[in-house]
Structure formats: C-alpha cells, structure tokens
C-alpha cells in the first residue's frame, strides 16, 4: 500500500497543483460554452496538441451544436481525416455535401452534420475523438477513414514522436497526456525533441519525404491490426451512443496519381538489379516513343525480376490501359498504389479490413457504404481518377457529391420512420446542380480550388512524381476554362450563387464567409462586412471569421474595429501566424508600433520562415528609422519562400514600391503561374515591367488581362498607354475608344484619345 498509495498521492498533489495554477490545455474534442445565449458545444482548438505538438497540429473545422437537440432533429457526426474533412474545401466536403443532400430531400426536417474530421489524424486520434463524441447526442455516426494509417501519429512512417509502439503503449500515453502531470512531460519532451522534419511548424505532405515504407515491412502488420482493432472500437462508441453507424471504403486516385516514391526488392543480387535496371531503362523509351505493346513487354519482363516496384507497376498499367487489357491495367494500378513508399493513401487490405469489419456488425444498426467499388464503377474503365480527385486522395466537387450520394444512400437507412415516411419510395434524390446551388458553389470557388491544389502541385512529394508534367498540364487546363470567373462578371454571378444559397440557408455560416470574401474581392465594404459580421456571430468559435472579418474592416481603415476582431480569433487560435501579422498590420496602421513589433516577432517566433512578418517588421522598422535592421528583415523576407500567390503579389508590390524591379518580376511571375486567372495581378506585373523600362512584357501582361477580362477598363486604360510607349498609335487610339464607347466620361480615355486622334490618320473611306 505505501508503494503504491505514497506515489499515487503525490501524484494526485501535483495534479491538483497544476490545475490550480491554470497549467495546461483541455483536451476534449468538444467543449462546452455558450452560443447566442443557449449552451452549446464547440471544437478544441488545442485537441491536436497532444499528437502533434502546438505547433504542428492542425485545427477541427468549426463546430457549434446546442446541447440539447432540437426536437425532431436528425444529428450526424462525420469522422476521418482530410478527405472526410473536405480539403482542400470543407466548405463543399462530404459533411456540407451530405447536409445539402437530406436537408433538400427531406426539407421540413432539420438536419445538423458535424465535421469531426481533421487533417492529418488517424484511427488511433480517430478513437479519442469518437470517445469524446459521445456525449454529442449523435443520431448516426459516418466513417471515412483509412488515407493516414501509416503516416499519422503511431503509425510505421509517422515523423510525430514514436512508430509502431505496441497498441496498448499508445492508448496508455494519450490517456496520460489528458492530465496535467502528462503534459508537462510532454512539453519539456516537445522542447528539446528534434524534428525529423526539420522544422516545427506544418510543413504538409513534404515533411514525410524520408518516412518510406514497403508494403512488405513488418511494421506494417502493427499497421493493420491496430486499424482494424480501432475501426472495431469506434463503432462500438456509436452504437454504445445510442446512434447507427455508416461504415464506408476510402476511394483514392489510381489512374492519374503515380506513386510518390518507391523501390525495389532489398534482397535483389547486383546481377539481378542490373537486369531489373536495364528492362525498366528500355521500357520507358518505349513508352515514351508512343510503344505501348513493346513498352509493356518490356515491363512485364522486369516484373519477373521484381515486381514490387511501385513506379515499374504503375507504368505497366499504363500502357495496359492504352492497349485495351483494362482488367490488367486495374489489377497494376491498384498494385502500384499499394506499393507505394510514400503511404498517403488507403490500400486495398484497409480497404478489405473496413468490409470485413462491417461485416462483422451485421444486423446491428452498422452499415457499410463501398465507396471504393462505387467511384470506381461511375469512372472511366473502373479506375477512380482525376475525374474524382484533385490529386492523389482529396475529391473535387463531383467526387464528394458522388460520396455523399453513397453514403447517404446508407445513412437513409438509419433514418427514423417519421423522417422517410415523408418521401416515397423511388423519389429521385437531389441532383448534384441543386447541392451546387445550396452551398453556393460558383466557378469562383472553382478558380479558389485549383489556386490551392496549384500550389501543392509545385512542390514535393508532387514534384517527384513521374506524371507531374501531366499533371501541371491538366491543372493549367482546368484553370484555363475557368479563368474568367475572376473577372468582375464571374465575381457577380459568384456573389449572386452566394444570396440564393443565403436565402435558402439564411443561418448557414459558411455560405454567409464566402459572400464576405466575395463582396471583399468586388468593393462592396458594406457587403462584405455585414456578411463577415454575420458568419461570427453565427459561428463565434470560428477564428477563420473573425480573421475575416478583422481583415475587412483593416480595408476599410478601421483598424480600431480590426484589432478587437484579429484579438477575438488570436484568443481562439494562438499559433496562427497570418492573423498574428494581420493584428501587427492593424497595430501600424492605427501607429502602435511598438505593440506591432511586438506581434510581427510573436508570429516569426512561431514560424521563422514566415516572409510576410519579416516584410511587415521591417517596414515597420523603417518608418521607425532603424534603417540597418529593416534591410536584415527585407533580406529575411526575400529569402523565405511563400507559395501562395497573394502572399507572393503581395512581396512582389512591396518590391516594387522599393525600386527592386527584378526581385518584383520573379514575385509576380511566380504568382502568376498559381493563378494565372487573376486579372489584378497581372495588371500589377504589367507596371512593374513598365516601370522597368521592359514595355514589351508589360504589354504581354496587360493583353493577357484584357483577353481574360475584355470589359475591365484599367487594363485596357494601361494596354493602351503601353502601345503609345511603343509607338503603336493607331492600337492605342483603339483601346481607348473602347474604352470610351463602354463609358464616355472616362476622363483618362478620354485625355489619351484626344491626344492621339491628331496623330492618327483617319482610314480612307471607300470608293464606288
């Protein structure tokens, strides 16, 4: 008894002290608080914290659901990680999907779905949150989860903290950092810890590139048996909860995503890797000369040397395919997704685990939605592609509305009597234009989608991919019919899709963020505030709004308003670096510099590599006159790459207004690759070349914004005044009466016109 009761009380002390000295986080996934006077429970911003480090962890998405269900509402918790999630847009994922789904199937019945996802997790982080959920009062629960097994906490290529430890280690140690005692361990451990990435902070798909794993290593079996026992236990938390549960297979891209690394037999002899080496070396150029039979045999013969070799399978499938053996080519792009050494997606024995494990349910309110074989037979040859996915697991609009419609399909199933009775039976179910038209989806949040997969596109594990050039091409095409959406028509007819999906959903939060960014974009200030406004006071928990909204108001030079908006979503969000140089940017404008400073160096403590807070502090610096420290800060910012393209336009205007011509250019050029829709900047890239003295890529750029954007009249206003430079009057004048004849009291057409019309002679009129 005194050894275990002395240490026991000892530690209950020092537990006790810790909590009432406020040391620690609460670690619950769902937290109680008060939502417009009525009790309600929100996310834990800080639940990753324990998995990931502060640092690291990624955010839950939003969520505000009211303790006590509302009569005669139907309460769905959707869990798994960023495909469930909805990246790269949760805003039209498969929760927001499936809400716009039942709500316009059944319109008299309230419908609550709840993103429980998260980016990054697995089924070990997967569990906690299930476990947490019960007490969310959830009538049916959705399972898509099985894309992070590998690479998400405890798993066999995980860069957070241990890989493979023994099942009962890793729920022993998640049990022990939800105390005080545990965490204070784990912050001293997360101090002096090394990252195998090599940097703290998030750093997406790149940081696991050295994480590789065969399909045939034995950890991988510590993989699967954990999988399967967690699967098992979260469906035993919903039907413990009292709701049904919806089991479905995780659909990935095959056909368009080759594999991210791979390699070949350790075991091979010398002999055996050259001949390996040789056949493959030989295939390529065949395949490569437009051979595919000659290509495949090639291939086939390498396979009998070794074939598991991700890379050598995925391109016998190819040529499979363009030969017609469609059941050869399945059977090699599924095999090239399995032995993949990057493990970023769910391979078919998951695949397999989550059936049998549905299976093992049966008749017990647990159903399976087979989402893998239901993509796969509304794809091209049966093989899910980028027809579904933007690139390798993450579905685009089509593929989620397809999931939903799978997993609905099931979740009917689990509906209340009182609920299905209201549709007969063979009632067509809501058409994807209709979810469209709910959530407000627009060629704009097209144009938003590509600019972010773009960026992913350029950098590794993407870039290493045999297929990259391809698929750069087909981004670059898609970005290509959609590019006008940018233009001021495309932005009105966004915002017009955004007020019918509001009246449809005046208390939808979401639709109410996206018609702020839409109206902020347009120059409706009072638009967009009142809907920035709206979307926080609906979804006070959310830090993105009231960044939003603290960024609006910055705009309009309010920056009183700004600062208490930026402080509400810093005490939700800490760690954000953007909000935290947003804060700082309020702080300069309002002259507190020293309380800007002050947060520009909290954001570049968190992430040193942040260009945008060293551009911030050293303007701030330089109005301040500290002048050698200013420069340290613009060389910081210069040299820390950012990759999205406003973050870029905004170094390349910065550039720009300091005389850095060349600096500017490569900004802007970079910028324009993401978004080569965006009209604005290639406006702006057309006078940094002006400037410059370089007329003819000005010219190039102003001709590109007038194509995209042929009724915008400052870039034909500056497409001409390009031409006069360049002595091409007779183009100028026409751009300007263009101009003149869409608004004839543009006084700088006007200005130009009058100048260049005694210059220019007038075409001689025609003879009889």
């Given at each position: 008894m005194a050894l275990i009761g002395v240490p026991a009380v000892l530690l209950g002390a020092i537990e006790l002290a810790l909590r009432l000295a406020g040391f620690g986080y609460p670690t619950a996934f769902l937290l109680p608080d008060s939502v417009q006077a009525q009790k309600s429970w929100v996310q834990n911003n800080r639940f990753g914290w324990p998995f990931f480090g502060p640092q690291k962890a990624r955010l839950p998405q939003p969520i505000s659901i009211p303790q006590t269900k509302a009569p005669g509402a139907v309460r769905i918790f959707v869990f798994g990680e960023s495909a469930a999630y909805g990246d790269p847009q949760p805003e039209f994922g498969l929760p927001r999907m499936l809400q716009a789904l039942l709500s316009l199937r059944y319109p008299g019945v309230k419908f609550e779905v709840v993103n429980a996802a998260m980016t990054a997790i697995n089924s070990h982080v997967i569990l906690r949150i299930a476990r947490d959920c019960r007490k969310g009062d959830g009538d049916i629960w959705v399972l898509y989860m099985g894309n992070n097994e590998v690479v998400g906490p405890f798993g066999a290529g995980t860069i957070f903290g241990s890989q493979t430890p023994p099942l009962t280690w890793i729920r022993a140690s998640i049990a022990l950092k939800r105390t005080q005692i545990g965490q204070l361990f784990d912050s001293f451990f997360q101090r002096f810890q090394t990252s195998l990435a090599g940097k703290d902070d998030w750093g997406g798909m790149e940081m696991f590139l050295n994480q590789q794993v065969r399909a045939?290593?034995?950890?991988m079996d510590s993989v699967y048996r954990d999988f399967q026992r967690n699967l098992a236990d979260v469906i035993r938390e919903g039907r413990r909860s009292g709701a049904g549960v919806v089991v479905s297979t995780v659909a990935v891209n095959v056909k368009d995503c080759a594999p991210f690394a791979s390699s070949c037999r350790p075991n091979l002899s010398e002999p055996e890797r050259?001949?390996?080496?040789?056949?493959?070396?030989?295939?390529?150029?065949?395949?490569?000369?437009?051979?595919?039979?000659?290509?495949?045999?090639?291939?086939?013969?390498?396979?009998?040397?070794?074939?598991?070799m991700a890379e050598l399978r995925f391109r016998q499938a190819e040529c499979e395919l363009a030969l017609g053996a469609i059941p050869e080519a399945q059977r090699d792009f599924n095999a090239a997704r399995d032995l993949d050494t990057l493990r970023f997606r769910c391979d078919s024995r998951l695949n397999s685990i989550i059936r049998q494990t549905a299976a093992n349910w049966n008749g017990e309110a647990v159903l399976l939605a087979d989402a893998e074989r239901a993509l796969g037979q509304q794809s091209p040859d049966g093989l899910c592609g980028s027809n579904f996915f933007y690139e390798h697991a993450h579905l685009?609009?089509?593929?989620?509305?397809?999931?939903?419609?799978?997993?609905?399909?099931?979740?009917?199933?689990?509906?209340?009597?009182?609920?299905?009775?209201?549709?007969?039976?063979?009632?067509?179910?809501?058409?994807?234009?209709?979810?469209?038209?709910?959530?407000?989806?627009?060629?704009?949040?097209?144009?938003?989608?590509?600019?972010?997969v773009a960026a992913r596109l350029a950098r590794p594990p993407f870039t290493a991919q045999l297929n990259h050039d391809a698929q750069l091409r087909r981004i670059r095409t898609l970005i290509d019919g959609v590019r006008f959406a940018t233009a001021p028509a495309g932005l009105a007819a966004a915002i017009k899709a955004g007020e019918a999906a509001e009246r449809e959903a005046p208390d939808d939060p979401v639709v109410h963020e996206q018609l702020a960014l839409q109206k902020?974009?347009?120059?409706?200030w009072a638009g967009a505030t009142a809907e920035a406004r709206r979307a926080a006071d609906l979804l006070p928990s959310s830090a993105v709004h009231w960044t939003r909204l603290g960024v609006i108001l910055a705009e309009q030079r309010r920056p009183e308003e700004a600062i208490e908006a930026f402080h509400r979503a810093v005490r939700l969000d800490s760690l954000n670096v953007w909000t935290l140089r947003s804060?700082?940017?309020?702080?300069?404008?309002?002259g507190q510099n020293g309380r800007a400073i002050q947060d520009f160096k909290r954001a570049l403590a968190l992430n040193p590599r942040y260009g945008l807070a060293w551009l911030g502090l050293g303007t701030v610096l330089e109005q301040a006159g500290r002048q050698a420290e200013a420069a340290d800060c613009f060389r910081a910012a210069l040299t820390n790459h950012v990759s999205?393209?406003?973050?870029?336009?905004?170094?390349?205007?910065?550039?720009?207004?300091?005389?850095?011509?060349?600096?500017?250019?490569?900004?802007?050029?970079?910028?324009?690759?993401?978004?080569?829709?965006?009209?604005a900047m290639r406006i702006d890239a057309g006078q940094n070349f002006s400037a410059w003295g370089r007329h003819d890529d000005a010219l190039r750029q102003y001709a590109a914004a007038v194509q995209m954007a042929p009724e915008l009249e400052?870039?034909?206003?500056?497409?001409?005044?390009?031409?006069?430079?360049?002595?091409?009057?007779?183009?100028?004048?026409?751009?300007?009466?263009?101009?003149?004849?869409?608004?004839?009291?543009?006084?700088?057409?006007?200005?130009?016109?009058?100048?260049?019309?005694?210059?220019?002679?007038?075409?001689?009129?025609?003879g009889g």
């Open positions: 045939d290593e034995p950890r050259q001949k390996l080496d040789g056949l493959y070396r030989a295939g390529v150029q065949e395949q490569q000369s437009g051979l595919n039979r000659e290509a495949a045999e090639m291939f086939r013969q390498a396979a009998l040397v070794d074939d598991s685009n609009f089509d593929g989620n509305y397809r999931l939903a419609r799978t997993i609905a399909a099931q979740v009917e199933q689990l509906l209340p009597r009182r609920v299905t009775g209201l549709v007969a039976a063979g009632d067509p179910w809501p058409a994807q234009s209709d979810c469209a038209r709910r959530l407000g989806w627009s060629a704009w949040s097209q144009c938003q989608a590509f600019s972010e902020e974009q347009a120059g409706d804060l700082a940017l309020a702080e300069a404008l309002l999205r393209p406003h973050d870029l336009a905004t170094l390349a205007r910065f550039c720009r207004s300091h005389g850095w011509f060349a600096e500017a250019s490569m900004n802007y050029d970079e910028a324009i690759k993401l978004a080569p829709w965006d009209v400052p870039a034909r206003l500056e497409l001409g005044r390009e031409l006069m430079k360049l002595g091409r009057n007779p183009e100028a004048l026409a751009q300007f009466e263009e101009v003149l004849e869409r608004d004839a009291t543009n006084a700088a057409a006007l200005d130009c016109a009058r100048t260049l019309r005694g210059l220019v002679p007038k075409p001689a009129k025609g």
